[in-house]
């Protein structure tokens, strides 16, 4: 059992050393035994775990995706814990949508295996069919907006593809520009974000309840919502 | 004469297959000799040409931001053709913008070395100090929207930089999915993009001028234009 336990332990730490080199230095460049050096084991136990660099790399790519699994998983439970995503004063579905792209954003921040993950999913050669993280969330974001606009939050002239297609290629944008200057992946930016679009998005009456900073959890709820969103006229002519 | 035009004509043969092989196959991959053997010339005049893999990759990132520089400067000679770019009719600063992000797509679309020149401005390690592609699209996007709101054509509760921001964030990401599937990069992707986006930047006197579809060269100028933009009253609650 204990023993078992070092595998697992080894076998993390691999993948762990394995996305912080590809993120570093790209996945072409790093050698297994970089790899194995960075990680504190030898050579043999690497081979051990992974047959090669490609399997390491469907690893980190498979870590990558439970964690974006949880993300989005997560988000909606919340949701859930609050009323349902229709309730009143949750904001429902295109608050989760907020939160969720708040959370994934927090992600490529701090966690290289997500990071990787992502990367991975850009590289010409994919590390397996299918393995791409970005279809994934788009897939995630475009159910999201479907539920929004069947709750009736989503202005009457807003097509939810066409809402997906712009949060999806924002948030890819986010990520590809984070990777060279962390400014992009802040809180800040997002928020700003969001206030800029939610305004396009939701209904007025939708709107008051959304929160562009997100909710955090144990946040959820209709009284806990921070900075509130400031509702201002449109300006016309 | 003649052999100075050869010259000139291998250099470029080899940026061009360098860039592709780089698209295709990601820069680490790509051997020397895969390359001047796709150009059709010897490794010897590769050589002659180019120092190092690195060397070669500086003059695709060179070319690249030569036609980024051709894109940007003829957006605004186009809206200054067509009478400036705050002329009645024109659409401003902000359809400079919207025909620019057309062009820009339509070139990483069709053009090679434009792509190759934004994907090596995301690789880990830079080509060259500074050479960042999608930096320089920045400044040149953050410029146009600073003009936008002289020119009053923003609404007012819009802050050109976070409208930046947006704009950047979404084209970088329309670019880095097009890598993957040229549906990302589409005009009419990117024309969806705009009729949900202006109406949220733009004051409702600007939006009426606007073509989300943007004008072509020879189009410009206000009977010239294609689909209008369909003011739609905004869906309150």
Do not use: Y
């Not at 009457?156 to 999806?168: G, I, K, S, T, Y």
């Amino acid at each position: 059992m204990a023993q078992q336990e070092r595998a697992v332990r080894t076998r993390n730490a691999l993948i762990e050393s394995a996305a912080e080199l590809f993120c570093k230095d790209g996945f072409d460049v790093v050698s297994l035994s970089t790899i194995s050096a960075r990680a504190g084991v030898s050579n043999g136990a690497l081979h051990f775990h992974f047959a090669s660099k490609a399997a390491l790399a469907a690893a980190v790519w498979e870590a990558a995706a439970q964690r974006l699994r949880r993300i989005t998983v997560e988000g909606r439970a919340r949701a859930e814990a609050a009323g349902g995503p229709g309730a009143a004063g949750s904001g429902g579905s295109l608050q989760v949508l907020v939160d969720t792209t708040h959370a994934l954003l927090r992600g490529l921040r701090h966690d290289v295996i997500l990071r990787a993950g992502f990367d991975l999913s850009e590289s010409p050669v994919p590390v397996a069919a299918g393995a791409d993280l970005r279809r994934r969330w788009q897939t995630w974001v475009e159910g999201v907006l479907a539920e929004a606009a069947r709750e009736g939050a989503l202005a009457r002239d807003v097509a939810p593809q066409d809402a997906a297609h712009a949060v999806v290629a924002a948030t890819v944008g986010f990520g590809a520009l984070g990777s060279r200057n962390a400014q992009w992946l802040s809180q800040s930016m997002l928020t700003r974000f969001w206030a800029l679009l939610l305004p396009r998005l939701a209904t007025e009456a939708a709107l008051k309840g959304l929160v562009p900073s997100g909710r955090r959890e144990g946040t959820a709820g209709a009284d806990a919502v921070p900075p509130p969103f400031r509702v201002t006229a449109r300006s016309g002519a």
